[in-house]
């Protein structure tokens, strides 16, 4: 059967894996299964897959069952689920087989991270309860009694998450529950983010605890420190580490260690500086940086809209506790590396492909991951570990087997292009589908969000589709990509719309000078920082035929304070935005929207008013300048339900929705 080009509704069939488990024993690997559903919603459930890509289904039901876990002896799966409502619990279900059942009785609230103790006689977990006022039962009541929705009262900045909604002053804190009992305590409530980083000491008495010791988030620098906190809540600081950001941390196997991420810099809240490893002794005294002697980032994220984004680091230690395993995002690709305590590093893979690092066997001879590629849709898999820096990859499922059997894809063609001061810019084209010499074609320019993110060799659904409507798709990691180094990705630290505008503009003049290109039918879109250096371009240049801003920034005055994460006081941007006319002239320099005035580029605007990190009022402001000038422009907003990431995790018909918006509007000005 011959294949056929992509289109929009193909997302449907999509099946999305995730967040891999290695057995203990090395035979299995459990995983997350997530699909959309005919009622337009996305239902996760928990499977295996062993050596003989035998799958097995261990969860079922219309309530979604994630962040499944193998007990330390692997006798039991541990996951999280809604089932029991209103309040999500953590459920047990034997390996034996037999029905899965609530571990937690939990209140009304949410559960964030856990882990199983090196014994498997207790899980720790977080959790943050839902304010009484606000909960289900308490909303029936007064919707029965003809009440008004109550009011949000707030007593922090740190009050609202993008994708988490508002939770006011209520707070995460650390909890352990007896597996026997059911019985749970809470051990840590000092985070006044509520942000916790956790990891079980070998022993299983007590964990080394991360969390921020400021007390007012984003009016001071950042400052994380580490604690080990018995059963009984006792906590100790481990005295000697420096402030800044510090996470993923990990109690080393032999106890003699525990590693963390982060930088020692309190003046980059936002990551420009490379996440670096580090060890130090459970006593305390001077940490020792393993990674020092390499560029690598431990947070960089490959972005897709067919998976998470994932900057979170992945580090975890070999059985021996003789070095520490870690993703590295470099050069568009997502791979395995390995650093010794002694600082030597090895990258354990090597490919065009993206790798999502899941868990170690017991004996630490095989690795759950998830694989993916530009061609392929990521599916479960496992790498063998050899005793040197060998490795063998066996991929396990082929949910997406019929989807690429049935669908003609675009082979992205990587470019290196020479930018300004003797830097280069890496990218990837991807011609039409049917692509026929020597005619030329509309090309549309993506820019990526972060800023400090990757594109890379990852599937891209929206590209392949622009690819199927006969269009040029480039796309590049200008200046402030991670993935390049530090100083790459610090060219822009507080500087936006300068090296990296020098990059986008490179790309564009690159584009109008191909053969299979029409160098007067390129459009430039993006979302997020994306949509920021869409708004600069349209404010800099005549050259795009169209553009489309998503989600976008367009004011760094405003957007320094209306975003949930709003600018620390001397940190990633000098000074703030309220009364510091210096620093007020500053943003407003870097602000796209000063420099609409002349803007003659047709606009299509994509904005949710539910996005918490970019308000829609940044995009409300484009439209207002647009149409008071006269100029060709549309703007699409969702509803409050949708959040600043509705591209890759929105509800499945509106996620539609904007795919035709985007194809009817190039559709309307590139032909």
């Known amino acids: 059967m011959a294949k056929r080009p992509i289109r929009a509704e193909d997302l449907l069939r999509i099946v999305f894996v995730g967040d891999p488990q290695m057995s203990p024993s090395g035979d299995h690997v459990l995983f997350s299964r997530k699909t959309i559903t005919e009622k337009n919603s996305y239902l996760t459930h928990l499977y295996t897959v062993d050596h003989g890509y035998k799958v097995k289904q261990w969860t079922s039901g219309a309530k979604s069952c994630s962040a499944g876990r193998w007990s330390p002896d692997g006798h039991t799966i541990s996951f999280i689920t809604g089932r029991e409502e209103p309040s999500a619990q953590i459920f047990l279900i034997s390996t034996e087989g037999g ?52 009011p949000i009262e707030i007593d922090s900045v740190w009050y609202r998450l993008d994708g988490d909604g508002y939770f006011a002053n209520q707070r995460y804190k650390l909890y352990v529950v007896d597996i026997a009992t059911g019985k749970h305590e809470v051990i840590c409530e000092s985070a006044a983010d509520g942000d916790y980083s956790f990891s079980w000491a070998p022993s299983s008495e007590e964990l080394a605890v991360a969390h921020s010791v400021s007390k007012r988030p984003f009016a001071e620098p950042p400052n ?13 600081k481990i005295e000697g580490l420096e402030k800044g950001v510090k996470s993923a941390v990990r109690w080393s196997p032999d106890g003699k260690w525990i590693a963390f991420a982060g930088d020692t810099d309190d003046k980059d809240p936002w990551g420009t500086r490379n996440s670096k490893i580090y060890i130090v002794s459970p006593d305390g005294g001077e940490p020792k940086c393993i990674s020092e002697h390499t560029d690598y980032c431990m947070s960089a994220a ?54 999502g690092v899941g868990s170690l066997s017991r004996t630490g001879r095989h690795m759950a991951i998830t694989y993916g590629s530009t061609l392929e849709l990521p599916e479960v898999g496992v790498l063998h570990l050899g005793s040197g820096d060998d490795q063998d990859r066996d991929v396990l499922t082929a949910f997406n087997r019929t989807f690429h059997e049935e669908i003609k894809l675009s082979e992205p063609e990587e470019i290196w292009l020479d930018s300004t001061d003797g830097s280069r810019v890496h990218g990837w084209v991807m011609k039409p589908i049917d692509y026929l010499a020597p005619k030329r074609y509309a090309a549309v320019l993506e820019i990526h969000g972060g800023p400090h993110a990757q594109y890379g060799w990852a599937f891209f659904h929206e590209f392949q589709l622009l690819a199927a409507e006969g269009y040029v798709v480039v796309y590049t990691n200008p200046r402030g990509s991670k993935g390049y180094g530090e100083k790459y990705c610090a060219a822009i630290q507080g500087d936006w719309g300068n090296k990296d505008w020098d990059d986008i503009e490179v790309t564009m003049r690159w584009m109008q000078h191909q053969s299979y ?64 006319h210096e620093a007020i002239k500053e943003l407003w320099r870097q602000s796209p929207i000063a420099y609409f005035e002349g803007v003659k580029t047709p606009t299509l605007i994509i904005h949710s008013e539910g996005d918490l990190r970019c308000n829609i009022e940044q995009s409300e402001e484009v439209f207002t300048a647009l149409q008071q000038q006269g100029v060709e422009s549309r703007f699409v907003r969702y509803p409050k339900s949708t959040s600043h990431g509705m591209s890759r995790n929105g509800p499945p018909d509106l996620r539609l929705h904007r795919l035709g918006e985007i194809v009817k509007w190039w559709k309307k000005f590139l032909h």
């Not at 994380?224 to 059963?231: A, E, G, H, P, T």
């Not at 920082?529 to 404010?539: D, F, S, V």
């Open 302 to 355: 490959t972005l897709s809209d067919c998976k998470e984004a994932g900057s979170e680091t992945v580090l975890f230690w070999a059985h021996d506790s003789d070095a520490l395993y870690v993703q590295i995002g470099w050069h568009g690709e997502s791979q395995l590396g390995r650093f010794t305590i002694n600082g030597e590093f090895a990258m354990l893979t090597e490919g065009r492909h993206f790798i």
């Open 224 to 236: 994380v420190q580490i604690w080990r906190i018995n059963l009984k809540g006792e906590a100790v």
């Open 517 to 580: 290109i029409h160098p007067g039918q390129i459009g430039v879109m993006g979302g997020s920082y994306g949509g920021y250096m869409t708004n600069w371009a349209i404010g800099h240049t005549h050259d795009f035929k169209a553009a489309i801003t998503d989600r976008c920034v367009s004011n760094m005055v405003s957007m320094a304070m209306n975003s949930d994460f709003p600018f620390n006081k001397d940190g990633y941007f000098k000074g703030v935005a309220w009364g510091d």
């Open 99 to 150: 029905e899965a059942l609530p571990l937690t009785k939990l209140p009304e609230g949410s559960i964030g991270d856990y882990s199983w103790s090196p014994d498997g006689k207790k899980i720790a977990f977080t959790f943050r309860e839902t304010a009484e006022h606000l909960t289900k039962a308490a909303t029936e009541a007064r919707t029965a009694k003809g009440g008004s929705e109550p």
